[in-house]
T-cell receptor, first 114, second 116 residues
Framework: AQKITQTQPGMFVQEKEAVTLDCTYD???????LFWYKQPSSGEMIFLIY??????QNATEGRYSLNFQKARKSANLVISASQLGDSAMYFC???????????FGKGTTLSVSS | EPEVTQTPSHQVTQMGQEVILRCVPI?????FYWYRQILGQKVEFLVS????????KSEIFDDQFSVERPDGSNFTLKIRSTKLEDSAMYFC??????????????FGSGTQLSVL
């Protein structure tokens, strides 16, 4: 069975600093996808970044990068130059096949202060 | 950018009543999903739908729940007899993956269901 673990219930960072949000996963499938979503206080789920299990390079999307360490089964999200608007809940998630469930971690609340 | 639309944004109902949550997925998407999030907890998968049938469902998705795509645009979740524990934010999502695992789900903004 697949499992996603986010061990940091809350993280605090100063504006303009970088922050890493941890995510580890467990699966026996060789082919899978890893995702990060942002959920601001307004409640919507915003896609941030995707990493495929066969991708050779770590994914990057603007200020977001995914530190993918396959052997350690970790997929940490790195946010560079934090902004106040980054304050939100962040969810790591994975899936192994189209049309199947996206399994979410419990989330990490990020608070960015000025 | 195209978006998934959910209505209503808030729904209040009495325990035992039926509710229908509505979603309009992105028009060229093929896979449709319902997820729920109880306040302060993680997002939980309910059901996925493809080619006019359920492709996967979780243990939460019992006989009280049903999904339907009544026409070419809407995708609905029906809860037949609501319970207090059904109170949650319900998210609809859709996707159109070209690569099997590159399944970027587009989420709607959710329907907050409150069962009294």
């Amino acid at each position: 069975a697949q499992k996603i673990t986010q061990t940091q219930p809350g993280m605090f960072v100063q504006e303009k600093e970088a922050v890493t949000l941890d995510c580890t996963y467990d699966t026996s499938d060789p082919s899978y996808g890893l995702f990060w979503y942002k959920q601001p206080s307004s409640g919507e789920m915003i896609f941030l970044i995707y990493q495929g299990s066969y991708d050779q390079q770590n994914a990057t999307e603007g200020r977001y990068s995914l530190n993918f360490q396959k052997a350690r089964k970790s997929a940490n999200l790195v946010i560079s130059a934090s902004q106040l608007g980054d304050s939100a809940m962040y969810f790591c998630a994975m899936t192994y096949q189209a049309g199947t469930a996206l399994i979410f971690g419990k989330g990490t609340t990020l608070s960015v202060s000025s | 950018e195209p978006e998934v639309t959910q209505t209503p944004s808030h729904q209040v109902t009495q325990m035992g009543q039926e509710v229908i949550l509505r979603c309009v997925p992105i028009s060229n998407h093929l896979y449709f999903y319902w997820y729920r999030q109880i306040l302060g907890q993680k997002v939980e998968f309910l059901v996925s739908f493809y080619n006019n049938e359920i492709s996967e469902k979780s243990e939460i998705f019992d006989d009280q729940f049903s999904v339907e795509r009544p026409d070419g645009s809407n995708f609905t979740l029906k809860i037949r007899s609501t319970k207090l524990e059904d109170s949650a934010m319900y998210f609809c999502a859709s996707s159109n993956p070209k690569v099997a695992t590159n399944e970027k789900l587009f989420f709607g903004s959710g329907t907050q269901l409150s069962v009294l």
